[in-house]
């Protein structure tokens, strides 16, 4: 039972274009969603992150958009650069009284086009 | 700071050998956690550890894999005896302990097992 999705396998936008990502979650108790790149043979970087008293957040290019009535986020990269060429997963996580246990997606590869 | 170290950051071992992964978070992080990555597949937790306990090791085939954490600081993660479907890239992570905390991963070991 896939509780993050992202079903978009792989996604291709012209340079200084919007990248848009999208997930999709099915546990109403996750509150902290995350998203991560990952470029090849190395491990995941984080990049920006939600809480879910928020409906935004914006961090330089990336945004980050949270619909908890939808249960989806999405994130935007604007404007799109060749180095934004990685593979990008969305994480969630259920509130503990400690720390989190975080739960991947697929990912979407992503390849921006110079 | 310096990040996570892994390593090897590669193996090759015959069925039935065993292999140990090493992993050296990042200081001061009391949260470390072992994921599996299969590929195309997204990072799925093994265990989570809270300084020197293991909090959370639902995921861990505890027949053959074995984990620990000395001193709460590094830690090693086992097979003992591997399986051709262990073949998969190995990802340890750190984080502080507590809410909004993102994880921070090192580059992986790559596991193959002929």
């Known amino acids: 039972d896939q509780q993050v999705k992202q079903n978009s396998p792989s996604l291709s936008v012209q340079e200084g274009r919007i990248s848009i990502l999208n997930c999709d979650y099915t546990?109403?108790?996750?509150?902290?969603f995350l998203w991560y790149k990952k470029y090849p043979a190395e491990g995941p970087t984080f990049l920006i992150s939600i809480s879910s008293i928020k409906d935004k957040n914006e961090d330089g290019r990336f945004t980050v958009f949270l619909n908890k009535s939808a249960k989806h986020l999405s994130l935007h990269i604007v404007p799109s650069q060749p180095g934004d060429s990685a593979v990008y997963f969305c994480a969630a996580s259920p509130s503990t009284s400690g720390t989190y246990k975080y739960i991947f997606g697929t990912g979407t590869r992503l390849k921006v086009l110079a | 700071e310096a990040g996570v170290v892994q390593s090897p950051r590669y193996k090759i071992i015959e069925k039935k050998q065993p292999v140990a992964f090493w992993c050296n978070p990042i200081s001061g992080h009391n949260t470390l956690y072992w994921y599996r990555q299969n590929l195309g597949q997204g990072p799925e937790l093994l265990i989570r550890y809270e300084n020197e306990e293991a909090v959370d090791d639902s995921q861990l085939p505890k027949d053959r894999f074995s984990a620990e954490r000395l001193k709460g600081v590094d830690s090693t993660l086992k097979i003992q005896p591997a399986e051709l479907g262990d073949s998969a890239v190995y990802l340890c992570a750190s984080s502080l302990w507590g809410r909004n905390s993102p994880l921070h991963f090192g580059n992986g070991t790559r596991l193959t097992v002929t």
């Open positions: 546990n109403s108790m996750f509150d902290y």
